[in-house]
């Protein structure tokens, strides 16, 4: 897959440098936000939705622990978000891309697909994630192509450095670790 050698980011087509420093620009100011909803109980994901012309139609943080739901992570909640406020389950036609501090766990990956979105841009890989909080993010396997052949675009490893910080700062601040027990 092509990468940035300047910034280790990957994606599933050509970089355009355009989307990237628009993502940059985005996925920054959600993990400078993050702190915010991790002081009010949320996990540490956020995600936002967008329309083509710059225009935010959903954003939510991850709602697993505070309100006892499994799947409300910040991809499934910002979708849910959209969906409503566009009033369809069929995202498609208004060419969304959705943005996340982290790289989507294997259910967001389900729920993206079926949304019918059309680009994802994320920040931390799944790897770095597991390794720094102990999230089980799932196996998903070749997930880049596969979603570029249902024509979603995928840039990740968009600014790590911030987001790390943050997943650091959850951690040793001793906030909620949510899985289910062995
Ligand atoms: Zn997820």
């Known amino acids: 897959m092509p990468a940035n050698k300047k910034t280790s980011v990957i994606s ?9 420093t628009k993502a940059n620009k985005i996925i920054l100011g959600l993990q400078q936000e993050l702190p ?8 540490p994901f956020l ?12 954003k939510a943080a991850n709602s697993v622990a505070n309100k ?11 979708i849910k ?24 766990c294997m259910m967001c990956l389900g729920g993206i697909m079926w949304s019918g ?5 994320y920040g931390v890989p799944s790897e770095r994630v597991t390794k720094i909080t102990g999230f089980d993010e799932g196996f998903k396997q070749n997930w880049f192509d596969e979603f570029k052949k ?3 675009t995928v840039y990740g490893q968009i ?9 650091k700062d959850y951690i040793s601040h001793g906030h909620t670790i949510y899985k289910p027990g062995k």
């Open 117 to 121: 979105i059309k680009a994802v841009y």
């Open 36 to 43: 915010k909803y991790i002081n009010k109980g949320h996990g």
């Open 47 to 58: 995600a936002a939705i967008y329309d083509s012309d710059g225009n935010l139609i959903a």
């Open 159 to 167: 600014e790590t450095e911030a987001g790390e910080k943050v997943l």
């Open 68 to 78: 006892s739901c499994s799947h409300n992570h910040a991809e499934m909640n910002a």
């Open 12 to 20: 599933n087509e050509k970089i355009d440098d355009l989307k990237l």
């Open 81 to 104: 978000l959209a969906e409503k406020k566009l009033g369809t389950y069929d995202l498609s036609p208004y060419n969304l891309s959705i943005y996340v501090t982290s790289e989507p």
């Open 150 to 152: 249902r024509r979603i």
